[in-house]
């Protein structure tokens, strides 16, 4: 069981550019995330999905879109990315019974 | 409103030493709280929660917490620190009466001496 994948590993963006952050779960769990982690300030929500079908916003989520087409997958994308979104990305999943949040191994973004 | 605070940046103890990073938490319902190990170049991995109970919660590589209501902390702790016990630690929190957003702590960074 591979549990979360993230891609691309690490990536280097002109700022402007679009870009599309993958995400995928083969625990079935209901609820996915993106956070953005930041030296000083921890894993700051960017967006969530309580299920398929719907997602709702984080702490920080200008500047983000998200999807949840199905359980498996949880797309972020930076619509026209900025200097201020170079960060380190991380998904994560959690079964709505056991609370427990499981994180991928991040996406290290750039933007220049 | 929920928020986590992990007063110290930095934890530095020898080997064999008890190892306490300290956690406190601001929730407006009952709490539920985390403690997430993160090494070098990877992602979160969990350590033990608290949802109720006891209020000693054990869990992975000899760590445990414990919950105090009235002081509103989760403290993890380790009776006997090992270098590879070197990390970057966070404490996390929800409300146990909404959906599923954590709120993480900044996080502190341990190193263990040999």
């Known amino acids: 069981i591979a549990g979360i994948t993230q891609a691309p590993t690490s990536q280097i963006l002109a700022a402007g550019r679009r870009m599309t952050l993958r995400c995928t779960q083969d625990?079935?769990?209901?609820?996915m995330y993106w956070y953005r982690q930041d030296l000083g300030l921890g894993l700051r929500l960017i967006h969530y999905s309580n299920t398929a079908g719907t997602t709702g916003k984080g702490e920080v989520p200008d500047g983000y879109s998200v999807s949840r087409a199905n359980t498996d997958d949880f797309p972020l994308t930076l619509a026209s990315a900025v200097p201020s979104q170079t960060s380190v990305y991380f998904c994560?999943?959690?079964?709505?019974?056991?609370?427990?949040?499981?994180f991928g191994p991040g996406t290290r973004l750039t933007v220049l | 409103a929920q928020s986590v605070a992990q007063p110290e940046d930095q934890v530095k103890v020898a080997e064999g030493n008890p190892l306490t990073v300290k956690c406190t938490y601001s929730v407006s319902g009952n709490p539920y709280l985390f403690w997430y190990v993160q090494y070098p170049n990877r992602g979160l991995q969990f350590l033990l929660k608290?949802?109720?109970?006891?209020?000693l919660v054990k869990g992975s590589y000899g760590f445990e917490a414990e919950f105090n209501k009235s002081q509103t902390s989760f403290h993890l702790k380790k009776p006997s620190a090992l270098v590879s016990d070197s990390a970057l630690y966070f404490c996390?929190?929800?409300?146990?009466?909404?959906?599923?957003?954590?709120?993480f702590g900044a996080g502190t960074t341990v190193t263990v001496r040999a």
């Open positions: 996390a929190v929800r409300d146990g009466t909404n959906d599923y957003k954590l709120s």
């Open positions: 625990m079935r769990h209901n609820a």
């Open positions: 994560a999943s959690s079964d709505s019974q056991a609370d427990t949040q499981y």
């Open positions: 608290y949802i109720t109970g006891d209020n």
